[in-house]
């Protein structure tokens, strides 16, 4: 039995090694996805939310950048749409429960030309509960709101290391003009 587990794992381990899966962030900082990531700067986004989305992405590509801070080839411009939506009301019409929804659509700009080369969405939802306590709701809003903001820019840097490593973001320069 023991040996027949261990051929399993064996074949099942040359089975994944040939399906063509390889690690997103392959050579470490040397890689493609740490040389684009290294070369995005976040643009300034409006609002508080705007602010803790800012510095959640700034955080996560800054590790890429060596402690250098923004990179200067590529520009990340980010839009929000946050809101808070009650439901679970109660007879006497007061609200139970609420749903803060944090939306950001965004781009991927080479700084240069102007080009969008990457446009996309990330959202992210979390439940609150209202209680009694004006204090307390407004904590749980504002905890809720800080956990969305690193929901959101985890996405959002996802989906950039997915496109770099598709190849996204490496020629971001124009072109050179033909003949000269």
């Not at 986004?45 to 923004?70: C, F």
């Not at 996309?120 to 709101?145: F, K, N, R």
Request: charged residues 20%.
């Amino acid at each position: 039995m023991r040996s027949l587990l261990v051929s399993s794992l064996v074949a099942a381990s040359l089975a994944l090694g040939g399906c063509g899966l390889r690690p997103l962030y392959a050579n470490g900082s040397k890689g493609a996805v740490a040389q684009v990531l290294a070369d995005v700067d976040v643009a300034p986004i409006e609002g508080h939310s705007g602010w803790l989305v800012r510095n959640a992405l700034r955080d996560r590509l800054q590790a890429t950048q060596a402690g250098h801070g923004a990179g200067k080839r590529l520009r990340l411009d980010v839009r929000l749409e946050d809101s808070i939506t009650g439901f679970g009301v109660r007879a006497d019409d007061a609200v139970t429960r609420e749903r803060r929804t944090l939306r950001a659509r965004y781009q991927l700009v080479n700084a240069a030309s102007g080009e969008v080369l990457l446009d996309a969405t990330a959202a992210q939802d979390a439940g609150i509960d209202v209680v009694g306590s004006e204090y307390a709701t407004i904590a749980a809003e504002s905890t809720a709101l800080e956990r969305l903001a690193s929901g959101v820019a985890d996405q959002i840097v996802a989906r950039l290391a997915v496109f770099a490593n598709r190849g996204g973001g490496e020629s971001a320069d124009p072109p050179a003009a033909p003949g000269g």
